[in-house]
């Protein structure tokens, strides 16, 4: 292992470059470096990227395709279990890692999408969100600050720490959101799409003037009441112990809904986790956007293909 005094051997513009066409040939719409002394500004103690990987220089932010065109037709309760494509994108970061260390010998990690074990289940370890804001592959939206592309719409994000020194990227200069849509609907009854169609009723705010967003407010609360069922297990079994009739305990254990977060446990379903995606079905940019359909991407794709010198 090369001592970190000793550098490591790479045109920063060139090394980039390549992270950023290894990530986007497995499968990334977009890449972005984020600049460190914002996020190290930005985070919280204990959440910076130097709390995590001390000698961090560049955090790498990527963005993968939300759904396929055919996942928005499908009921709610089907779209919980084959709408994310978030591992996808944990997949790349992290094969990206690898990838960093083989061809530049620094020091590098794929960054865990998962909470901090000891600031429970609302605190990640790190804001992936912040991230790929920062990087300027994603800007916040009305939908619970989801992060929006103009070009992909709704993508799931990925990071990557390393030791490797990269240029920075700057924020997106303009928010997709709102879509001009969103603006008349606002206009007209006060609500865009996603704060009218979100069943549980978690999001509202306001668009200025300008159709900007001037402020916004999100219910983390009512949403993970519907949405994030890993919190409703423990409920469920500190009811059945406290019900002093132990059959009734027991029946509660095994009515229909307590037997479908078996179900999910049992298949390690991505469904215990904020899988809605109404506000998402809904958005004009999450499903719109230029390239958010994924079937325009490849005709495209193969069209610049076929025209190729």
Not at 236 to 242: D, H, W, Y
Request: one cysteine or more; glycine letters at 8%; proline letters at 9%.
């Amino acid at each position: 292992m090369r001592h970190p005094s000793e550098g490591f051997p790479a045109d920063p513009i060139a090394a980039k470059q390549a992270i950023f066409d290894y990530c986007k040939k497995r499968g990334a719409l977009a890449v972005g470096v984020a600049d460190l002394a914002a996020l190290e500004r930005i985070a919280p103690p204990g959440h910076r990227p130097t709390d995590l990987m001390p000698r961090v220089k560049s955090v790498i932010s990527l963005g993968v395709g939300g759904q396929t065109q055919g996942a928005w037709q499908l009921p709610a309760k089907a779209m919980a279990y084959s709408g994310s494509t978030e591992v996808r994108g944990y997949t790349v970061a992290y094969g990206c890692a690898f990838f960093i260390e083989q061809k530049f010998g620094a020091p590098s990690v794929y960054v865990p999408p998962d909470i901090d074990p000891e600031s429970g289940p609302r605190v990640p370890l790190q804001s992936l969100k912040l991230h790929a804001e920062i990087a300027g592959i994603g800007a916040r939206s009305f939908a619970g600050d989801i992060l929006l592309h103009p070009q992909f719409g709704f993508m799931y994000y990925a990071s990557v720490f390393t030791e490797l020194e990269l240029p920075p990227d700057q924020p997106m200069a303009e928010n997709p959101c709102p879509a001009p849509s969103c603006v008349s609907m606002y206009r007209s009854i006060g609500r865009t799409p996603c704060m009218k169609f979100c069943p549980a009723q978690c999001l509202s705010g306001e668009i200025d003037d300008a159709g900007k967003q001037k402020s916004s407010r999100y219910d983390m609360a009512a949403c993970a009441e519907l949405t994030q069922e890993y919190e409703a297990v423990p409920k469920i079994l500190a009811e059945a112990v406290r019900d002093e009739n132990r059959s009734h305990g027991a029946d509660r254990l095994l009515d229909p809904d307590s037997k479908m977060l078996w179900y999910k446990v049992s298949a390690g379903s991505g469904g215990w986790f904020a899988q809605c995606f109404e506000c998402m079905r809904v958005c004009p940019i999450a499903t719109q956007a230029p390239q958010a359909d994924p079937i325009l991407r490849t005709e495209e794709a193969r069209s610049a293909a076929a025209n190729k010198p």
